[in-house]
């Protein structure tokens, strides 16, 4: 089932996610993603620099009726991942966690 067309039957979620960039990180991301419940609608995914280490800059929108808080918890838990923020939804306050 496409998530594009039937946007209004789950909710969306954007998340910014900074990690490592390490060989198989992002196949992780994207596995926890999938395990818990969520669907990825769009990813894009920058390259940066943090003094001599590379870093993935992550945006994601994701759809799913299960509990984001969880999904967030569980995405922390990966030794690659430095930061996790929930920018939507706007009704909520935007939740800042850091490993």
Same mark, same amino acid.
């Not at 930061?83 to 490993?99: G, K």
């Given at each position: 089932?496409?998530?594009?067309?039937?946007?209004?039957?789950?909710?969306?979620?954007?998340?910014?996610?900074?990690?490592?960039?390490?060989s198989a990180a992002? =196949?992780? #991301?994207?596995?926890?993603?999938? $395990?818990? !419940?969520? %669907?990825?609608?769009? *990813?894009?995914?920058?390259?940066?620099?943090?003094?001599?280490? =590379?870093? #993935?800059?992550?945006?994601?929108? $994701?759809? !799913?009726? %299960?509990?984001?808080? *969880?999904l967030q918890s569980?995405?922390e838990k990966l030794?690659?991942?430095?930061?996790?923020?929930?920018?939507?939804?706007?009704?909520?306050?935007?939740?800042?966690?850091?490993?």
């Open positions: 089932m496409n998530t594009e067309s039937h946007p209004h039957k789950t909710p969306s979620y954007t998340l910014t996610c900074r990690m490592s960039h390490e992002l =196949e992780r #991301l994207c596995q926890v993603i999938r $395990i818990r !419940g969520f %669907r990825i609608a769009k *990813m894009a995914v920058e390259n940066v620099l943090e003094g001599t280490d =590379e870093a #993935l800059d992550i945006a994601l929108t $994701i759809h !799913g009726a %299960r509990s984001v808080a *969880m569980q995405l030794h690659t991942v430095a930061e996790v923020i929930l920018t939507t939804p706007a009704i909520a306050p935007a939740v800042s966690h850091t490993a």
